[in-house]
Each structure stands twice: as structure tokens, then as C-alpha cells.
């Protein structure tokens, strides 16, 4: 018995932020690397980093820590019931992360950064692109609205029951932490990426409530995409975008993942007729014009 320590009950011994870091170093330091690897690839708009970043993003954070926003996680935000965060470091990063970027410039975390949605883009990369299938325009629209109206429901359907169990009818997430033994759900998986080999991003663009919840969050986006006064007519951009996230001079917010497909068009002067018309004027000595439009 310790003296001064009459009932023989030993001390805790207090945690400091040093004990705390020491523990959690290595995976804040692997997930910080990543989400630094996604912004650079990003910001340079490089084509070889992006596919890098969706290979670390399935590797990394797909398989080997199954880091990924979730409708459950939308659950716990409206309730104020979050993870302790001395405990929960890396989490609260990633989900950090996750707003900040989505408030800077939109839907980045599906686009980069989600693990699932880095594996479809990786599947539209590899596939024969003769067996995707073009969705007519008038249905892609339409299409679009579903995700919304699961988020809704999903989120209706917690308010009554509480049951958080959803997430596993509405989300392919879980497929990476291999911890599903329902062959019912199995299937659903199976005939998803079947349909995905034809449609390209078909959850993603579809059916996702996470998506959903930041093509919301994106109606605050401060650094857009730039659209110049050509943009009303030009249509390469549009026809590029394999979002459906383009319509006319206008970028549909909701549905843009700042892929940069559009942006490296957009920069290319030999392919963008508003550089290949500056061009022109400045060789005529007319008038330039100055001031993009932003969509």
C-alpha cells in the first residue's frame, strides 16, 4: 500500500499531449502526406499525380484504414454526437479536411480523396472505353436528383428509428473493411460495379447521400471554376466533362468534382477557342477581353 494511500488504490497516471501524439503519430503523419498528395495534384493539374492519388486513395485509404466520410458520420454531426478528440486526431483531420476543401472548392474529397470513388475512376481508366454507355442529357438530370432524395430518406429514416445500421443499404463503403457477411449485400456490391463497367461513376454521380450532402455544401465554393464569355457557345469543355457536370457556360456545382479534365482544357491554348481568339484580336489590334465569367 502506497503511503497516503489508505484504501491501496493506485493514482491514474494523467495522459499528456505528448502520450497522445506518440500514439497516433504515424497514422497523422501517412493520412497528412496523403491529403497533401491529393491537394498537389490538384493545384498543379497534373494527370500522372491524380492517378497516383486514386491509387494511394484505394490503397491507403480504402483497405488499409477504410477512412471514409459516411452517411453515419453525417448522423453523429446533426446530433453532436462526435468521437472524443483527444483520441480521434486523425479523424477529426480527415473530416476537417473534408469540409474546408469542399468549402474552398467543392466536391474535391469525391473527386480525390473518397476511396470508392477513386476506384471507379481508376476502373474508367483501365476499361475499353467502347463499353461505356453515354446517358442521354435529359436523363442524366433527372438521374442526378436520386441522391438527394436517398439523403433525405436516409436521413428521415434515422430521425424515427436511430438505427445507424442504414448506412449499409445506401453506401458501398463498408466493402473495404471486407466486414460484411450478408451475401444479399455482396450482390448488391457485385451488380453495382457491373452497372459502373457501362456507366461510368454511376453511384458517385447517382446515388451517393455523401455526395449529396457536399454538392449542398458546394453552393458555398469560394475559389470556382472560371468560364470566359466563349463558354456560352463552346461546347469542349461539356463534352469533355464525364460528370455531367457542365451545361453551357454554367457549372453545375452540385455535380462537379473537380476532376480538372474541363480546367486542363480550359488552359490549353492551342485547344480553347477564347485563347485562340485573344490571339486572333491581339494580332488584329482589336480589343482583348479581360474579366472571365465565373459558373
Known amino acids: 500500500m502506497q503511503p497516503g494511500d489508505p484504501w491501496g488504490f493506485e493514482e491514474d497516471v494523467a495522459e499528456t ?7 497516433q503519430a504515424v497514422d497523422l503523419g501517412v493520412l497528412a502526406a496523403f491529403l497533401l498528395l491529393a491537394y498537389v495534384s490538384f493545384h498543379r493539374k497534373s494527370v500522372r499525380l491524380k492517378y497516383v492519388t486514386l491509387l494511394a486513395a ?5 483497405f488499409a ?5 459516411s452517411i453515419t458520420n453525417i448522423f453523429s454531426v446533426l446530433e453532436g454526437n462526435l468521437p472524443v478528440f483527444k ?5 477529426y483531420l480527415f473530416f476537417g479536411f473534408t469540409v474546408v476543401s469542399t468549402v474552398l472548392w467543392g466536391r474535391f474529397y469525391c473527386g480525390r480523396v473518397c476511396a470508392y470513388g477513386a476506384f471507379t475512376q481508376l476502373m474508367d481508366a483501365i476499361l475499353p472505353a467502347a463499353w461505356r454507355v453515354d446517358v442521354p442529357k435529359a436523363l442524366e438530370a433527372r438521374a442526378g436528383w436520386i441522391k438527394f432524395f436517398l439523403l433525405a430518406a436516409v436521413l428521415a429514416y434515422f430521425f424515427v428509428t436511430k438505427d445507424t445500421m442504414v448506412y449499409r ?4 463503403f463498408w466493402m473495404f473493411g471486407l466486414s460484411e457477411t450478408s451475401l444479399l449485400l455482396w450482390g448488391g456490391i457485385g451488380v453495382l460495379l457491373a452497372a459502373t463497367v457501362f456507366v461510368r461513376n454511376l453511384y458517385c454521380r447517382f446515388l451517393c447521400p455523401v455526395g449529396a450532402t457536399l454538392g449542398l455544401m458546394s453552393y458555398l465554393t ?3 471554376i472560371k468560364r470566359w464569355s466563349e463558354c456560352t457557345t463552346c461546347k469542349i469543355c461539356e463534352k469533355t466533362c464525364e460528370w455531367g457536370a457542365i451545361e453551357g457556360p454554367n ?11 474541363c480546367e486542363r482544357v480550359y488552359a490549353d491554348e492551342a485547344k480553347c477557342p477564347h485563347w485562340r481568339i485573344l490571339d486572333y484580336k491581339k494580332r488584329k489590334g482589336g480589343m482583348i477581353p479581360l474579366t472571365p465569367v465565373r459558373g
Do not use: H, Q
Open 58 to 62: 484505394v490503397a491507403y485509404m480504402g
Open 251 to 261: 457549372i453545375l456545382v452540385t455535380e462537379c468534382v473537380r476532376c480538372d479534365d
Open 169 to 172: 443499404f445506401v453506401e458501398p
Open 17 to 23: 499531449w505528448g502520450d497522445l501524439l506518440s500514439t
Open 65 to 69: 484504414k477504410s477512412y471514409l466520410i
Open 222 to 224: 469560394v475559389f470556382k
Open 87 to 91: 483520441y480521434n486526431l486523425a479523424w
